[in-house]
């Protein structure tokens, strides 16, 4: 019995414990944190059926991706290199908006996001040029100049409407190609570059944008939406996001107001997020015993972390934070136990992809970072990043399945 289960659930045994950790509390929580969604619905059992299906599908794809041997992911670069670059335009020119942003293709009923789909090819990508371009002495240096080509159009076409993602991504590849030995000199020119860019984008943001005001009667917004529009400039068009990416940056920046000062108001998102956080204590609530999760618009999604805290207290975030530390662990000691360059790279990618985007979310729901929209890997309600998401961890389980590795030294006994 046990070998029929091994041979299904094969891979590093670690990284699966991780990955079922992560499941159990994703159903748990998002139940928990779903009262909003229920309401609406009248349906009590309806969402978390819907997202246990999803976690199965999951489980699923990961299954199916970690019996592909790592070498035949090679050949899937340029098809899904096509595939993104098609759905980012069809995202750009004729997407599903939710809210002002513009992120979702609604194909024959079936909702995705492609910057979900186009950040695990990058990675791809970036892995395999690092790989083909590795030198004795390091990367060649004309694989920096092929890298940032494809990551940079992608970054762009995903920042229009997306801009936290991107730069994410970005920062990924950044640390892949120092991963990847790139000569640390290009590596120095863009980060000034990359400084440079973020003052004039952040200055164009506040120049364009128009800070949002919650407290502005219903009215006067009814009002708004039925005057005609004038046509936008190219200006206008290209940070037609920036009163959001404005009014985000200057609540961030405010001195934290005192209890009685605070707004609820004006800022209910963060401000129950920190009532979830402060009333939680060591061991929390209690599964199931949240009462922010009412007041929380994305409970279930953005600010999963908190509904965390709250219920589970310091001690069960902590575990959280423990489980993505020992997934980026592991992932690092298998790249470093590959023969060939290709495997480790990617593994590392896609190990840093979850873990750098659990860190935005986390630090987003304890205050430490603007809101950014991005969900908690593994936890939060989701469709497409979900099983995309578990296929990342299928990928990572694929190479430690099916890559080569390095043959450790054998031990010499003392002979007396």
């Not at 790249?335 to 190990?351: D, H, I």
């Not at 986390?362 to 936890?379: D, F, N």
């Amino acid at each position: 019995m046990n070998k029929k289960i091994g041979n299904i659930f094969k891979g590093d045994k670690v990284i699966w414990m991780v990955f079922f950790f992560l499941c159990m509390i994703s159903i748990v929580e998002v139940f928990s944190a779903s009262s909003n969604l229920t309401y609406k619905s009248q349906n009590y059992i309806g969402p978390i059926v819907y997202h246990t299906g999803t976690i199965i599908m999951g489980v699923i794809v990961a299954l199916i991706t970690l019996n592909i041997p790592c070498r035949y992911f090679k050949l899937m670069t340029p098809f899904l290199m096509l595939l993104s670059a098609v759905t980012l335009l069809w995202v750009l020119f004729a997407g599903t908006k939710v809210g002002d942003a513009g992120r979702w293709i609604n194909f024959f009923g079936f909702t995705f996001q492609p910057s979900e789909i186009a950040k695990g090819t990058i990675v791809l990508a970036v892995a395999q040029i690092l790989a083909a371009m590795q030198r004795e002495n390091g990367a060649d240096k004309k694989a920096f100049k092929w890298i940032l080509w494809i990551t940079i159009i992608t970054c762009l076409l995903i920042g229009l409407e997306n801009l936290s993602t991107a730069a994410m991504l970005f920062l990924v590849v950044f640390l892949m190609m120092f991963i990847g030995q790139v000569p640390l000199k290009q590596l120095g020119k863009l980060a000034a570059i990359i400084i440079f860019i973020g003052l004039f984008a952040l200055s164009m943001v506040m120049l364009v944008g128009h800070e949002m005001n919650d407290q502005e009667p219903q009215v006067a917004k009814t009002e708004k939406v039925q005057q005609p529009q004038k046509e936008k400039n190219f200006i206008e068009k290209m940070f037609h996001r920036a009163d959001t990416w404005k009014s985000r940056i200057m609540k961030f920046g405010r001195p934290t107001p005192t209890p009685q000062e605070y707004d609820l108001d004006k800022d209910a998102q963060v401000a129950h997020a920190n009532i979830a956080i402060v009333s939680s204590n060591v061991i929390g609530k209690g599964p199931g015993q949240s009462v922010e999760r009412d007041f929380l618009s994305q409970a279930f999604s953005d600010f999963i972390f908190a509904i965390i805290i709250e219920e589970l207290g310091l001690l069960g975030a902590s575990f959280v934070v423990f489980l993505y530390i020992i997934l980026l662990y592991r992932a690092a000691r298998i790249a470093s136990r590959c023969e060939n360059n290709f495997p480790a790279f990617l593994v590392m990618g896609l190990a840093l992809l979850l873990v750098i985007q659990a860190t935005f979310n986390m630090m987003v729901a304890v205050g430490l970072a603007p809101v950014t929209g991005q969900p908690l890997p593994l936890i939060s309600k989701g469709g497409t990043s979900t099983i995309i998401n578990c296929a990342y961890v299928g990928a990572i389980l694929s190479i430690s399945r099916s890559a080569k590795m390095k043959k450790e030294p054998e031990r010499v006994k003392n002979v007396e």
